[in-house]
């Protein structure tokens, strides 16, 4: 199977900088997306922003032009670099592979995976 491991989470204050990773392990053939959602307390989980294997990128407006996606399509990996944090940025981050196609005993199979989610706090 495939498994996604989030690295970077932690605690910053206002203004500062984090930068997040994933990585993607497991017999995959390809992805077709990588991204990041996160989940506030009681508020429902919504994308952060996207990276597809073409290159093209999608982000949230509230992160626009202070996050920043990037891809190592040849590790599988993708990063999420976070400038100008603020505290409604803190949530859990949760990375996710999208149309992931994978070598099975018999032919292909394809679905979306999720990692365990990286705490992010901001402090005021």
């Known amino acids: 199977q495939v498994q996604l491991v989030e690295s970077g989470g932690g605690l910053v204050q206002a203004g500062g900088s984090l930068r997040l990773s994933c990585a993607a392990s497991?017999?995959?053939?390809?992805?077709?997306?990588m991204g990041w959602y996160r989940q506030a307390p009681g508020k429902q989980r919504e994308l952060v922003a996207t990276?597809?294997?073409?290159?093209?990128?999608n982000y949230a407006d509230s992160v626009k032009g202070r996050f920043t996606i990037s891809r190592d399509n040849a590790k599988n990996t993708v990063y999420l670099e976070m400038n100008s944090l603020k505290p409604e940025d803190t949530a859990v981050y949760y990375c996710?592979?999208?149309?992931?196609?994978?070598?099975?005993?018999?032919?292909?199979?394809?679905?979306?995976?999720w990692g365990q989610g990286t705490q992010v706090t901001v402090s005021s």
């Open positions: 996710n592979a999208e149309r992931v196609t994978t070598a099975q005993p018999v032919g292909i199979a394809m679905r979306d995976y």
């Open positions: 497991g017999r995959i053939f390809t992805i077709n997306a």
């Open positions: 990276s597809t294997s073409g290159g093209s990128t």
